[in-house]
């Protein structure tokens, strides 16, 4: 049995920007909820150093996973090392593709699998799931408003 995330989003961002901000490491900490640290070279067989935000508060867990795919652009995968007799696999996929003029659709799909995943799913899914719908969230605020095309409602005349 697996534990799976997915998320698809239209932004109204060019690919490219929304690249950008998925894989400039260096600015998570300005716009990321659930991942507010992160590095990596992004070269397959390279680590990705996070420190990820499970819970609301301000305490971090220390995360090292691997880089398994770079598709400059367009994907990139990571996955955690597995645990001892595959009882415990996780696979991360991010994927920006252009949708139109000024617009793309980003998805990510995280999957947990192995014997220990509906444990693991049961003890962190809620905290796994709202970090991702925030961070997905945050994806697309972030890049449409590099982009300048962020939707303002103005401010009510007085």
Request: charged share 20%; net charge positive; glycine share 10%.
């Amino acid at each position: 049995m697996s534990f799976v995330l997915d998320h698809s989003l239209e932004i109204t961002a060019p690919a490219a920007t929304v690249w950008a901000v998925l894989t400039d490491f260096d600015s998570y900490g300005e716009w990321n909820p659930f991942v507010p640290r992160a590095s990596s070279t992004m070269r397959p067989g390279a680590p990705i150093d996070m420190s990820v935000r499970l819970t609301g508060g301000d305490k971090l867990r220390q995360q090292r996973e691997y880089i398994n795919t770079v598709e400059p652009g367009r994907y990139f995968s990571y996955s955690m090392k597995p645990a001892p007799l595959g009882l415990l696999r996780s696979i991360r996929e991010q994927t920006v593709a252009p949708s139109g003029a000024g617009t793309c659709h980003y998805t990510s799909h995280f999957e947990m699998s192995g014997p220990l995943a509906p444990v693991v799913g049961g003890l962190m899914g809620s905290g796994l799931r709202r970090g991702f719908d925030g961070m997905a969230a945050a994806l697309k605020a972030r890049a449409e408003t590099l982009a300048g095309g962020a939707k303002h409602t103005p401010a009510p005349r007085r």
